[in-house]
Nanobody, 123 residues
């Protein structure tokens, strides 16, 4: 079975950077669309970024465009989310997700999920 482990969260001051990783096991990562979602307390789960199986088809939420970069290394079965110029509004639990079919911004399109990693942006 496919398993995802997302790591790299932590506490950072506004303007700082973090790099999240999503390690995939069980099947080759190049079979999957990869995405990141986040959820803050009292908020709905929010789409962050998406990348297709070969590194194209990249889309971002407007709130992170220009600051976050999604990428993947299929030889290592690992996806990444580089987060720069972090803001307090970015504080949330971040989840890696994967889909074996054409998935976009809806969380219901993704059948595999990581356990989540906490990102806190505070001065």
């Amino acid at each position: 079975q496919v398993q995802l482990v997302d790591t790299g969260g932590g506490l950072v001051q506004p303007g700082g950077s973090l790099r999240l990783s999503c390690a995939v096991s069980g099947r080759p990562l190049n079979n999957y669309v990869l995405a990141w979602f986040r959820q803050a307390p009292r908020n709905e789960r929010e789409f962050v970024a998406r990348i297709n199986a070969i590194g194209g088809g990249i889309t971002y939420a407007d709130s992170v465009k220009g600051r976050f970069t999604i990428s993947r290394d299929n030889t290592k079965n690992t996806g990444y989310l580089q987060m720069n110029d972090l803001k307090p509004a970015d504080t949330a639990i971040y989840y890696c997700a994967a889909s074996s079919y054409g998935a976009l911004r809806s969380s219901s399109d993704y059948e595999h999920w990581g356990q989540g990693t906490q990102v806190t942006v505070s001065s």
